[in-house]
């Protein structure tokens, strides 16, 4: 099975088990309080922010993005 395939089935399930999860806890938990504004400040690519209370390396989020496109980079070229 390829990999969008792959992708494709596991959106159909895992995108209506989050809404539901959003309808039910609407509300931050636990550390997104944290998560988000740092996610924030590397969308708007401020990679110098930090804060203190994250106690996930920052590199460890870069790599599974860098992973990923690379992936999916692969994936459309070897299609073509």
């Known amino acids: 099975m390829g990999k969008l395939a ?29 998560h988000i504004p740092q996610a924030q400040q590397y969308c708007r690519g401020n990679f110098r922010s930090w804060d203190p209370m994250i106690t996930t ?13 690379l992936d999916l980079e692969c994936v459309f070229y070897l299609s073509n």
């Open 6 to 34: 792959l992708a494709a089935i596991v959106s159909f399930w895992v995108i209506p088990i989050s809404l539901l999860v959003n309808r039910t806890v609407p509300d931050s938990y636990m550390d997104e309080i944290f």
């Open 57 to 69: 390396p920052p590199g460890l989020f870069m790599n599974d993005i860098l992973s990923i496109n």
